[in-house]
Structures are given as structure tokens and as C-alpha cells.
């Protein structure tokens, strides 16, 4: 039998948004299959792109609202669970005022949907508490970009760059398990005679395709960069004439680096002065050559400086605004870009413009229909919110996050949650913190519904629904709407998310994240559309804007034209080891789980290629600490333990340690992790901290 319907869409997982088709089966079920002409993938998925239509299946997911009854989470219907939601968040902002509301998003939301959270927090609850798990992504990059070039978009080019420029150093990134359809750029690359150099203390499968690995220290990602710069003004290596020309604070910038010799970034970060020196020459001697960073540099207290000292290399050298040469921050979630552009984070409104910017309020409260004045400030970040739940913070609508496995200092915030006068909570599943509500509301997935989303490239694309959820299941836009009512807000909020995008377009028009030009139309026949992408003029057809791929080719988003140097200096980590706590323990991902794993958890292929945690040891602290492989051996910092199976390998540094951190229960890595905030992105240090590592006993 021939399949009933076939659908192109895109992926539910990370940010590359790779093309798929969706088919409904004549038996029954749902299939997913390759997409060959959507230029990311070009037909390639990784294992939880191919299985991602089994979270569709009514045995895995949220089929109806919840409420809390004695205890214990019960059915219930839609009415009930929207009344008792609106009733206590307005009698909680009766008794202590809309700031005692919050809100907390997350980067997996469409674009309609996360403008949408914003909009509904600052117009219908009145708070200015909101903010969203991409705080703990791609904040430390987005700050550092926009203090440089004017802008942040997570790549200024696209992918298909990649394989035609001369070199690219990668920070902190592997994307062999963590986005593996990327990989084939960089394999590309390196056919096309170009060399790849990987930045990571583990010896990752992304470090094993390089021509050059480097593996610092963690938390020493800043000093190697300014050794590296270091070295670039020593040999001569720099492009004065673009320094002159496009480009301010130089001077302080070289001096800052050149305080940074090669020995004493030998000595601070383990990478060898020979080493620094080859990576100089690959970097330097071809034409054209790229930096790209993810979660290694950009997760650490000194997250924003640590991306800047990797931007001041590519400007000393003329590697930024010009083809195929630039700096790119590898964007995580699956819309973390777009997340952050419309009015999620605490400092923004729609169109990333600044909430304390006067006429960026002026521009929204008008397509809004609001009082400027009536708009709140800024308020919490992600990290700073949750640490004030249950005091200042007595109320919470979660949407698409959560935070009790992928927060820092993971049982201090679930106790938080646990401290609310009330939670509620909007999810496909019931993750570990929909279990902690007091009302769980069902709410639609990908292939049940149609909205935009922005990918690491900045290309805006269209998911379009596929499938029909199941009976008992309302979108994300519905729920809003709905109580936006209950709390007298008639207006404003629809359901239809294409009426949203529209609204969305003219809030962001004139914004530095400009969709104006875009269309559902423009995105169903050009499969997707880079922003920025204003509207032209009245004259003129909305189409007459191709979108920006390449971005800073004749000048960048700055007030002069000119890109910033920022002078930066390297620090330690918030939390060096000592005598209790003599190890180093850094988090990442693996292969076939994403994020907090509340969703590939559930899928048994994947959990059959990655089980449960582990902890990574290096042979020589393996026998220092009596470990074989497969002992449960207990990882203790400052806030917590976590035990896990050992998993000993030579790819690690000897006084580093490493965990996943897609499990809850004993094994949740984020037990130990460490809250200290960068003070410009307010990013969480993920990636170090100070731990012990103990053999509990042999396994059984």
C-alpha cells in the first residue's frame, strides 16, 4: 500500500533543523524519512532525527491536562486546568505584586510561540521575571558578538562555507555526536585541502577528525586564545591594513594579549608552545580561515571575554566581514536562535531589540497596542531566576524546559520548584519537572504543528504540521490565549500561527532581527529565508529582499561601520581545584541523547545506544583511585554527588573528569555543576568545576 501523506518538514532536535519528510503510513503510525534538498543535511540524520516520530506515539507523551489532587497528579479536563492556573496566578499577583510571577521558556519553542510567551508575560501577567534555557546556551557567544560586530547571529555565513575556506579552528564543540550532519562540511573541508584544528580538553570524535588537536585545561579556553594572539603579533602575522579600516581598540586589545606569552600559556592551559606555534601557522597561512565556538568556551564564568579573545584573533588577522572567513557561535537548540530574538530573555523585546531602549518600547508597545510605560523592565536571568522561586518569585508558567536535570546546581534549583506556591507547567511528556506541578497541560510537538524556526545559520524555516495530535492535546498558542482571557487580556493573543508571525514581522521591522520581508509563502518556496530580511517598500513586492546569508561583507552593525576589539585578560575558573576537591569535572552530550533527555529518553532505540551516565576517567587517575571499567564510582563537588558507572579512556586529560548530563537520579551530572555567573551574559560555568571522584565498589 502507498503511503497516505508525505510531509517536508524540518527536525524537532538541534539547531541545523534538518529537512526531513514526514509520512503517515496506510496501517497506521507515522515514518520519517530523508529530505534531499534542504542544502544542511541534504538528506543525512542522525539517530534521533530517524526516530523522532516515536515521541508522537500517545504511549509516550502527555495526552491530557493534569492537576494536582492529594498528592498526586490526576486527570482533568482542559477547563478545569486553565481555571485553576489563571485563578492562582492571579491571586498570587493580587497578593504580592506581577513581579511575583515568572516565566521561563525554553529554545525548543517556535518562533510564534516564544514571541508569543514574551508578549503574554509582559502584557497579561504585567512581570518583568522572564527568561528561558537558552540563557544557558548561547548567551556568553551572543553577548560577545554583539559587543564586536553589532550583531549576534550564531553563524554570519552559511554552512556550505565551511568546505571552501582554508582553515577552522572549532572551540569547544563536538559536533561528530552532537549535530552529526554537520560533520560532512568539515570532512569537506579537509578534502578541499583545508585543515581543521579542535579546541577540547577530551579527545572527542571531533577531535579525531583534526588536523591539529589541542586539549586545554578546562576553564583555560581564554589564555590559549590570547596565546594565540600573542604569537600572531610576535611572528608578524597581523592584517594591519584591515585593523586600520575596519576595526577600533586595537592598541589595547595587542597589549592585553601580548602580556600573555607563549610559556606562560603552556604552563596555565597544557597545550605545548610548539603546539601554539602550528596552530598559528594553519590558522594564518592560507587566505581564508574561521573560528567557530560552542558550549566549551562560551559555558564558563568568563564565557564573554573567552569568545572575545577568539573574535580579537580573527580580527588581528583580517578573518571577519570577509568571504569565507568569520567568527560563528555553533547555536545549540533547535531554536535557540530565534528564541532569543523575540522576546524571551529578560533584556528583550521582538526583533532583539533592547527592553530598556525607548524606542525599541515605543516601536513594540505600538504594534502591541500598550502604553510604553506600561511595559516592564528588564528582569532575571535564567540562572537568577530560578535561584528566587519560592521567595520573591511565588508563581511559574514553564513552557518547553526542564531545568530539574539541566540547571546548575540541579537539586538546589529542584527544591526551588518544590518551594513555589504554584507551578505550572506546558510539555509534550512528563519530564522530571512537569512531575513537581501542580497543573500539567499537553501541548502540541513539531509534527502536530505549524510555526517557524531560526537555525544556527540564521536561516528562518517552516515547519509545517504533518500529523493530528491526539484528542486532549492544545497547542502552546492556545493555552496562552486562553488565559490571557481568563486574566482580562480579550485581545491580542490568537491561535493561528501564521496570524502570530504576522504580528511577529511588524514587531521586529526596522530591529537589528528584522523579518519584516519574511512570509510563510517566501518560506514554503524558498526553503527558508536568512534574516535580516526587512520589508521593502510599499511600492515594491514583499519579496523583493533576497535575506542576508553572508553578513559584515561591506561593514558591520556597528554605529561607525567598524567591528570592536574588546581588551580582555585571562582569569581562572569561579572554582579552582584544591586538596578536597582536586579534579576538574566538565559535561557534555553523547550521541543519542539531547539536552535533558526528556524526549529521547523515551525512544528505545537511543536508549539502547546510550543507556544511562558515566563518568570518563583517564588510566592513570583510574588506578590512582583503584577504578576498572563499569565501577560505580561517586563524582563529589561543593553542592553534591552523582555516581556513575567509570568509563576509563586515554581521550581525557589526567586531572579532568567527564559526565552527560541528559539523566536525572543519581547520576544527574548537573548535581555538581557550578552556578557562578559570567557578569555580562550571566551564562552558569558548566564547564568546571572542582570535584573528588571515589570508587564506591566493584559492580555487581
Given at each position: 500500500m502507498e503511503p497516505i501523506a508525505s510531509t517536508p518538514?524540518?527536525?524537532?532536535?538541534?539547531?541545523?533543523?534538518?529537512?526531513?519528510?514526514?509520512?503517515?503510513?496506510?496501517?497506521?503510525?507515522?515514518?520519517?524519512?530523508?529530505?534531499?534538498?534542504?542544502?544542511?543535511n541534504r538528506g543525512a540524520l542522525c539517530g534521533k532525527g530517524r526516530t523522532a516520530a516515536e515521541v508522537l506515539s500517545p504511549a509516550v507523551r502527555l495526552t491530557s491536562p493534569l492537576v494536582r489532587s492529594g498528592g498526586r497528579l490526576v486527570e482533568a479536563g482542559w477547563a478545569e486546568a486553565l481555571d485553576r492556573i489563571a485563578e492562582r496566578l492571579g491571586s498570587v499577583r493580587r497578593e504580592y505584586g506581577a513581579d511575583a510571577l515568572g516565566v521561563f521558556g525554553g529554545g525548543g519553542l517556535t518562533n510564534e510561540k516564544a514571541y508569543t510567551l514574551g508578549k503574554f508575560a509582559r502584557v497579561a501577567l504585567g512581570t518583568s521575571q522572564i527568561d528561558y534555557n537558552g540563557r544557558f546556551c548561547m548567551s556568553s557567544a551572543a553577548a560577545a558578538g554583539t559587543k564586536a560586530f553589532g550583531l549576534d547571529r550564531g553563524l554570519p555565513f552559511p554552512l556550505e562555507d565551511i568546505p571552501k575556506t582554508g582553515c577552522v579552528i572549532l572551540v569547544g564543540s563536538n559536533l561528530a555526536e552532537t549535530m552529526p550532519p554537520s560533520l560532512r562540511f568539515f570532512t569537506e573541508l579537509r578534502e578541499n585541502g583545508g585543515t581543521l584544528i579542535v579546541v577540547d580538553p577530551r579527545r572527542t570524535r571531533t577531535a579525531e577528525q583534526a588536523d591539529l588537536h589541542l586539549a586545554p585545561r578546562p576553564g583555560t579556553d581564554l589564555a590559549l586564545a590570547l596565546g594565540l594572539l600573542h604569537l600572531v603579533v610576535a611572528e608578524g602575522r597581523t592584517d594591519e591594513e584591515y585593523i586600520r579600516e575596519r576595526t577600533t581598540g586595537w592598541e589595547q586589545?595587542?597589549?592585553?594579549?601580548?602580556?600573555?606569552?607563549?610559556?606562560?600559556?603552556?604552563?596555565?592551559?597544557?597545550?605545548?608552545?610548539?603546539?601554539?606555534?602550528?596552530?598559528?601557522?594553519?590558522?594564518?597561512?592560507?587566505?581564508?580561515?574561521?573560528?567557530?565556538?560552542?558550549?566549551?568556551?562560551?559555558?564558563?564564568?568568563?564565557?564573554?571575554?573567552?569568545?572575545?579573545?577568539?573574535?580579537?584573533?580573527?580580527?588581528?588577522?583580517?578573518?571577519?566581514?570577509?568571504?569565507?572567513?568569520?567568527?560563528?557561535?555553533?547555536?545549540?537548540?533547535?531554536?535557540?536562535?530565534?528564541?532569543?530574538?523575540?522576546?524571551?530573555?529578560?533584556?528583550?523585546?521582538?526583533?532583539?531589540?533592547?527592553?530598556?531602549?525607548?524606542?525599541a518600547r515605543a516601536h513594540v508597545a505600538g504594534v502591541w497596542g500598550v502604553d510604553p510605560d506600561a511595559l516592564p523592565g528588564p528582569g532575571r536571568s535564567a540562572y537568577e531566576l530560578l535561584d528566587a522561586l519560592g521567595t520573591d518569585i511565588r508563581a511559574l508558567l514553564l513552557m518547553g524546559s526542564n531545568p530539574v536535570v539541566s540547571a546548575p546546581r540541579a537539586a538546589h534549583v529542584e527544591e526551588?520548584?518544590?518551594?513555589?506556591?504554584?507551578?505550572?507547567?506546558?510539555?509534550?511528556?512528563?519530564?522530571?519537572?512537569?512531575?513537581?506541578?501542580?497543573?500539567?497541560?499537553?501541548?502540541?510537538?513539531?509534527?502536530?504543528?505549524?510555526?517557524?524556526?531560526?537555525?544556527?545559520?540564521?536561516?528562518?524555516?517552516?515547519?509545517?504540521?504533518?500529523?493530528?495530535?491526539?484528542?486532549?492535546?492544545?497547542?502552546?498558542?492556545?493555552?496562552?490565549?486562553?488565559?490571557?482571557?481568563?486574566?482580562?487580556?480579550?485581545?491580542?493573543?490568537?491561535?493561528?500561527?501564521?496570524?502570530?508571525?504576522?504580528?511577529?514581522?511588524?514587531?521586529?521591522?526596522?530591529?537589528?532581527?528584522?523579518?519584516?520581508?519574511?512570509?510563510?509563502?517566501?518560506?514554503?518556496?524558498?526553503?527558508?529565508?536568512?534574516?535580516?530580511?526587512?520589508?521593502?517598500?510599499?511600492?515594491?513586492?514583499?519579496?523583493?529582499?533576497?535575506?542576508?546569508?553572508?553578513?559584515?561583507?561591506?561593514?558591520?552593525?556597528?554605529?561607525?561601520?567598524?567591528?570592536?576589539?574588546?581588551?580582555?585578560?585571562?582569569?581562572?575558573?569561579?572554582?579552582?581545584?584544591?586538596?578536597?576537591?582536586?579534579?576538574?569535572?566538565?559535561?557534555?552530550?553523547?550521541?543519542?541523547?539531547?539536552?535533558?533527555?526528556?524526549?529521547?529518553?523515551?525512544?528505545?532505540?537511543?536508549?539502547?545506544?546510550?543507556?544511562?551516565?558515566?563518568?570518563e576517567l583517564h588510566p592513570r587517575l583510574a588506578a590512582r583511585i583503584g577504578a576498572t571499567e563499569g565501577d560505580p564510582v561517586t563524582v563529589t563537588s561543593?553542592?553534591?554527588?552523582?555516581?556513575?558507572?567509570?568509563?576509563?579512556?586515554?581521550?581525557?586529560?589526567?586531572?579532568?573528569?567527564?559526565?552527560?548530563?541528559?539523566?536525572?537520579?543519581?547520576?544527574?551530572?548537573?548535581?555538581?555543576?557550578n552556578p557562578a555567573l559570567d557578569p555580562t551574559s550571566r551564562m552558569p560555568e558548566f564547564k568546571s568545576c572542582a570535584v573528588r571522584v571515589e570508587v564506591v565498589g566493584p559492580r555487581q
Open positions: 518538514t524540518h527536525c524537532p532536535y538541534c539547531a541545523l533543523q534538518c529537512g526531513m519528510n514526514v509520512t503517515l503510513l496506510p496501517q497506521g503510525g507515522v515514518e520519517v524519512t530523508e529530505r534531499t534538498d534542504f542544502p544542511v586589545a595587542r597589549a592585553a594579549a601580548m602580556a600573555h606569552w607563549p610559556e606562560q600559556v603552556e604552563r596555565i592551559t597544557g597545550v605545548s608552545v610548539p603546539q601554539l606555534r602550528e596552530a598559528v601557522r594553519l590558522f594564518c597561512e592560507p587566505e581564508s580561515a574561521m573560528v567557530l565556538t560552542a558550549r566549551g568556551p562560551e559555558q564558563q564564568s568568563k564565557g564573554t571575554d573567552t569568545v572575545g579573545a577568539w573574535i580579537n584573533l580573527c580580527l588581528a588577522t583580517g578573518r571577519a566581514g570577509r568571504p569565507l572567513s568569520g567568527y560563528g557561535c555553533l547555536t545549540g537548540q533547535g531554536n535557540g536562535q530565534g528564541g532569543r530574538e523575540h522576546g524571551q530573555k529578560a533584556d528583550q523585546l521582538p526583533g532583539y531589540r533592547k527592553l530598556d531602549d525607548p524606542q526551588r520548584l518544590k518551594s513555589l506556591d504554584f507551578l505550572a507547567v506546558c510539555d509534550v511528556v512528563l519530564s522530571e519537572t512537569a512531575e513537581l506541578a501542580d497543573v500539567v497541560l499537553p501541548v502540541t510537538q513539531w509534527a502536530e504543528e505549524t510555526g517557524t524556526t531560526t537555525s544556527l545559520e540564521g536561516r528562518v524555516l517552516l515547519r509545517r504540521q504533518a500529523v493530528t495530535p491526539p484528542p486532549g492535546v492544545r497547542s502552546d498558542l492556545y493555552v496562552l490565549h486562553q488565559l490571557a482571557a481568563r486574566l482580562g487580556v480579550e485581545k491580542g493573543f490568537p491561535t493561528d500561527p501564521e496570524e502570530v508571525f504576522e504580528e511577529l514581522r511588524r514587531a521586529s521591522a526596522g530591529g537589528p532581527a528584522d523579518y519584516s520581508g519574511i512570509t510563510y509563502g517566501r518560506l514554503a518556496e524558498e526553503n527558508g529565508v536568512f534574516w535580516p530580511c526587512p520589508q521593502p517598500a510599499e511600492d515594491t513586492p514583499a519579496e523583493a529582499h533576497p535575506g542576508t546569508p553572508r553578513l559584515f561583507l561591506d561593514r558591520f552593525a556597528t554605529e561607525d561601520g567598524r567591528a570592536r576589539f574588546v581588551a580582555v585578560a585571562h582569569r581562572a575558573t569561579a572554582e579552582e581545584p584544591d586538596a578536597d576537591f582536586p579534579l576538574l569535572l566538565t559535561t557534555g552530550r553523547v550521541v543519542s541523547q539531547y539536552q535533558s533527555g526528556a524526549q529521547t529518553r523515551r525512544v528505545a532505540e537511543l536508549n539502547a545506544a546510550a543507556p544511562g551516565p558515566f563518568v561543593r553542592r553534591g554527588r552523582a555516581t556513575a558507572p567509570a568509563r576509563i579512556t586515554s581521550a581525557i586529560r589526567p586531572d579532568t573528569v567527564f559526565m552527560p548530563f541528559h539523566w536525572p537520579g543519581e547520576g544527574r551530572a548537573n548535581t555538581l555543576t
